[in-house]
């Protein structure tokens, strides 16, 4: 199962908006609405903040938001704030009953 | 609250064992999966498999059959990793992480160093 291809960096400015994009294929992302994305801040564990698509953990702020568009699904941080500069996963379900993880992004706030 | 604490770090041999522990607490054990996580040195994360903490039953995903081994102990509420034969590209933080739809929460980490 490869890897699900998420750009290696994005960048914003404090109170713009970035979007990450999470390509799959039909065999995990465009399958299945089991995409997820995680928070990893430098030297910390993985945090849950996107499941099922566009689903919030309570206490991820309304600013995480997610969708999907046939293989490729999307993770939208809006009012960017200079702590969530983190690295970013995509997970996806797929159709082997396995979990695929994308490449990570690194969020870059300016 | 629901928390995952995992054993500390390790400094192994090639060809040496290691086992890693994750205690699980504020929930009830046998309810949620377990899953195992790998991050090696400047890498992204990659899914090891999942053990279904009610049956025992475990998961392994491809490229982590033969030398890992996933159990379980349900009395104490804690999920073990256990790598044999180990080998220099195994230095690397391993996760556990709770739930079979959705990972939530992580342990810390324990990082595992393969050096001779």
């Known amino acids: 199962q490869s890897a699900l291809t998420q750009p290696p960096s994005v960048s914003g400015s404090p109170g713009q908006s970035v979007t990450i994009s999470c390509t799959g294929t039909?065999?995990?992302?465009?399958?299945?609405?089991?995409v997820s994305w995680y928070q990893q801040p430098p030297g910390t564990a993985p945090k849950l903040m996107i499941y099922?698509?566009?689903n919030r953990p309570s206490g991820v702020p309304d600013r995480f938001s997610g969708s999907k568009s046939g293989n490729t699904a999307s993770l939208t941080i809006s009012g960017l704030q200079a702590e969530d500069e983190a690295d970013y996963y995509c997970s996806s379900y797929t159709s082997s009953s396995t979990w695929v993880f994308g490449g990570g992004t690194k969020l870059t706030v300016l | 609250q629901v928390q995952l604490v995992q054993s500390g770090s390790e400094l192994k041999k090639p060809g040496a064992s290691v086992k890693v522990s994750c205690k699980a607490s504020?929930?009830?054990?046998?309810?949620?999966?377990m899953n195992w996580v790998r991050q090696a040195p400047g890498q992204g994360l990659e899914w090891m498999g999942w053990?279904?903490?009610?049956?025992?039953?475990?998961t392994y995903a491809q490229g982590f059959t033969g030398r890992f081994v996933f159990s379980l102990d349900t009395s104490v509420s804690t999920a073990y990793l256990q790598i044999s034969s180990l080998k220099a590209e195994d230095t690397a933080v391993y996760y556990c992480?709770?739930?079979?739809?959705?990972?939530?929460?992580w342990g810390q980490g324990t990082l595992v160093t393969v050096s001779s």
């Open positions: 053990i279904n903490t009610n049956t025992g039953n475990p």
């Open positions: 099922e698509v566009s």
């Open positions: 504020g929930y009830t054990f046998t309810s949620y999966a």
């Open positions: 039909s065999s995990d992302v465009g399958s299945y609405n089991r």
């Open positions: 992480a709770r739930g079979r739809w959705r990972f939530d929460p």
